[in-house]
Every structure is written in C-alpha cells, then in structure tokens.
C-alpha cells in the first residue's frame, strides 16, 4: 500500500473513531433548539461564510434545530462610508438617523441577510435543508422601544441623555413563525433573522445582534446560545480563557474590571439570555473552522460557556 493510501485509510478510522466519540454529545442535543449569534468580521470573508454555512447544516442533519441571528457592522460601515456618511458610536451602539437607518435596514434585511440563508441553502442541497432570511418585522417577530442611554459631563458629572435615533431595545419577541419552521416534519428549514424590529407606532428601528439573539434564545427556551465573536472566549485576570462560569462569577469579572471594552456587552447579553431560560450560553472564535461542532459536540468545548449556577 502507497503511503498516500495509508495516510488516507488512516484519517478514515480516525474520522469514524471522532464520529463514534460524539454519540453522547449528540444524543444530547437531538432535537434541540440552538441559537447561534453569527457576526464579526469574518462575516466578509466567503469562505469563512461558507464553512459556518455548511457547519450549520452538518447540525441540523444531526437533529438540531439551528436559529441563526446575524449583525452586520463592518457591511453597513463600509456602505456608509461609500455614501460619505459618517458614523458616531455611544458605549458600542451605532447612531442611527434616518438616512442611516435606511442603509442599515437595505444591508442587513437585504444583502447580509439573504447571502447567510443562500449559502446555508446551497450546502444543504443534497438533503434539501434550506436557509429561510427573516428580518424581525417578518410576522410580528421582534417588537421594540427606542433605546434611552444616559452619558455623564466629566466636568459637571452630570448625567445628560443621549439620543441615539433609531436604534431599539427588544420589549417582545414572538417566536411563532419560528417555531413553525424548526418544528416543520416534512421540510429542514434553517431561520436566518436580521436584527431589525418595529415599534407600537410602527417604526423602524436597528437592534444590537447580540440582544436580539438573546431575546430569540429566550423565547424559544433553548439549549444553548452560541456567540460566535473575534475572540476565543473571556480572559480571566490572569489572561487565560475561563472555560465555565456562573452568572454571579460572570457579574464579578464586570464589576472588577477583570472584563472590559466588547466584552462587557457579550456578558450581558449572555446573562440576560440564561436568566430569559436559556440553559447555557457559549462566547467562542467564530474565525476557527468548525468552532461550532468543537464546542457542541466534543468534552472540552471551544469558548466560555454561562450558566445559571
């Protein structure tokens, strides 16, 4: 036998050796809801896209049921930027007037959001798992309030509010729609939701990702939430990345300082979104190549995962 023939034989058993090895995993999560938070840079890169893509539907051909949330930051910077409209920013959050919201709405609903469902839907054309694009004025699906943020005068000290325009807080999520998809038994859908909701009046409001996925994950009471970032997971002081950790120990890296800048909002969200019912959320690289299956489906995982206790 050539060495080529061996070495290929050999990846065979090990592949087959790996698969056997994720039973257990894969039991657990059979038929199981799975939020997954998508964005970062690496959303620009085809074919960091087209791996997610696939990865995506490797998990729902292994009976879980993917919900996927998008953002889309640097797309609706870089749009912005070929307008010649600039952007201001208040703790992370873009401001958002109405020009800008127009923009943000055509990126994310329009162009963000329907290459992810594409590209779910041309790696699962064998099976026929299909990404379906969803915006959450699909349906009733995200309800939302103008977000208020307060900042205060370094040199008064007093606290002034700060409008942001047309960026919204989630007040209601109605996951119908939703859930009629993943619970469909003739067809495999994938729901792709852009962060985009409507007010009581009506309007039209840009929503933080992250947020979004949250308020997802928490209605449909699921499994794990997945933040897939530019980042490994959270550092500890000691600057190593803490594998598990509970809300009270999550709180405490905020309060010491121990987690600053970016991080402090992915905390948050992952707090708000166990305390909402989701059993455990996961912050992980979303760059490594099938950081998702790593992390569901082998005993060490792949970021930090946040529980309740």
């Known amino acids: 036998m050539q060495e080529t023939e061996r070495q290929s034989e050999e990846r065979s058993w090990e592949t087959a050796k ?5 039973l257990p995993y894969i039991q ?21 896209a087209k791996q997610f893509a696939a990865d995506v539907v ?9 919900v996927v949330v998008h953002g889309g930051g640097p797309q609706i910077s870089a749009m912005l930027d070929k307008a010649g409209v600039k952007s201001a920013f208040v703790d992370g959050l873009r401001v958002t007037d109405k020009d800008t919201m127009q923009v943000a709405e055509m990126v994310l609903s329009g162009a963000v959001n329907k290459e992810i469902a594409h590209w779910i839907t041309v790696a ?6 299909r990404g379906v694009g969803l915006s959450g004025k699909d349906a009733g699906l995200l309800t939302v309030e103008k977000t208020k943020r307060t900042k205060r005068d370094p040199d008064s000290m007093i606290e002034h509010e700060v409008d942001l325009g047309f960026v919204g807080e989630p007040t209601r999520v109605d996951p119908k729609l939703i859930k009629g998809l993943i619970a469909s ?48 997971g959270v550092k500890g002081a000691d600057g190593e990345i803490i594998r598990q950790m509970n809300l009270e120990e999550a709180q405490a890296l905020i309060d010491t300082g121990v987690a600053n800048g970016g991080m402090i909002p992915k905390l948050e969200t992952a707090m708000a ?37």
Not at 273 to 297: N, S
């Open 185 to 232: 038994e003739t067809e495999d859908w994938v729901p792709v939701i852009a962060p985009i909701g409507v007010a009581e009046d009506g309007m039209t409001y840009n929503v933080n990702a992250d947020t979004v996925a949250g308020a997802v994950a928490g209605s449909l009471g699921a499994k794990r939430m997945l933040l897939l970032t530019d980042v490994a």
């Open 273 to 309: 979104a166990v305390r909402a019912g989701v059993e455990a959320v996961v912050i992980l690289d979303g760059r490594r190549p099938h950081a998702m299956l790593v992390e569901l489906f082998t005993e060490f995982g792949a970021g930090t995962l946040v529980k309740a206790k």
């Open 18 to 22: 790996t698969l056997a090895e994720a």
């Open 124 to 129: 699962g054309k064998e099976a026929d798992v």
């Open 58 to 66: 490797l998990l729902k051909l292994m009976g879980v049921n993917p």
């Open 28 to 48: 657990v999560y059979d038929r199981e809801t799975v939020v997954i938070k998508y964005g970062g840079h690496a959303m620009g890169e085809s074919t960091v």
